[in-house]
């Protein structure tokens, strides 16, 4: 059972330009959530996914970030019109459904390193 | 102040020590998490408790609810030990609520040979 997948793994953006990460879950895992890891400081949510519902988007920027799970295929944190402070590590983990034991623990991804030039 | 605290946030050791890594939290959480991080990599799951103790080969994590504190121990610490110990606790609630995870800035741990 392939773990939670991330790409790319390190990307590349001048400013002003998109910036597209995606996340695989692990099989079966209905759950998605992004975290953002800016240099020198901890971890902070972003948002919360379930398939075609985004379920707590609290900690996402107002403006320039979404985030998107659809029914088929990867979750998608999208970064329009990117700036340097957009610089940082995107961690995606997933879980299994609610409620179950399991469902507390979270699996991460090994991130994708943005890099805005 | 940070809802989560670590210390200490840098500890150098000789290999074979006995290393504690604290975290302190100042809201009521369901559980505790602690996540190892090495450098430039991703991030893997210790420990997920709520009460007691839990012992994986040579880490243990223990959390006391009442004092909002829990500690990780590494015994006969080895070289590839080295990485970033991150606490994180997920906020008290029933359901579905409580998956949020608030993280500490986390412990960099170098165990030199």
């Known amino acids: 059972n392939a773990g939670v997948m991330q790409n790319p793994r390190h990307l590349v953006r001048r400013r002003g330009q998109e910036a597209r990460l995606r996340c695989s879950p692990m099989k079966g895992h209905s759950h998605v959530y992004w975290y953002r890891q800016l240099p020198e400081e901890g971890l902070k949510f972003m948002v919360y996914l379930q398939k075609e519902n985004i379920i707590d988007e609290s900690g996402m920027p107002k403006e320039r970030f979404s985030a998107e799970f659809p029914k088929e295929g990867p979750s998608i944190l999208r970064i329009q019109q990117v700036v340097r402070g957009d610089s940082a590590a995107y961690f995606c983990?997933?879980?299994?459904?609610?409620?179950?034991?399991?469902?507390?623990?979270?699996?991460f991804g090994p991130g994708t390193r943005l890099t805005v030039l | 102040k940070n809802e989560v605290e670590q210390s200490p946030q840098n500890l150098t050791a000789q290999e074979g020590e006995f290393i504690t890594i604290n975290c302190s939290y100042s809201?009521?959480?369901?559980?505790l998490h602690w996540l190892q991080q090495h450098p430039g990599g991703g991030i893997v799951s210790l420990f997920m408790l709520s009460s007691g103790k839990k012992k994986h080969g040579r880490l243990i994590a223990t959390i006391n609810i009442q004092e909002k504190h829990s500690s990780l121990h590494i015994t006969a610490s080895h070289p590839r030990d080295s990485a970033v110990y991150i606490c994180?606790?997920?906020?008290?609630?029933?359901?579905?609520?409580?998956?949020?995870?608030?993280f500490g800035k986390g412990t960099l741990l170098t165990v030199n040979p």
């Open positions: 809201v009521g959480i369901s559980a």
């Open positions: 983990a997933s879980s299994p459904p609610f409620p179950s034991a399991s469902g507390l623990t979270q699996y």
């Open positions: 994180a606790v997920r906020s008290g609630g029933s359901g579905g609520s409580n998956y949020k995870l608030t």
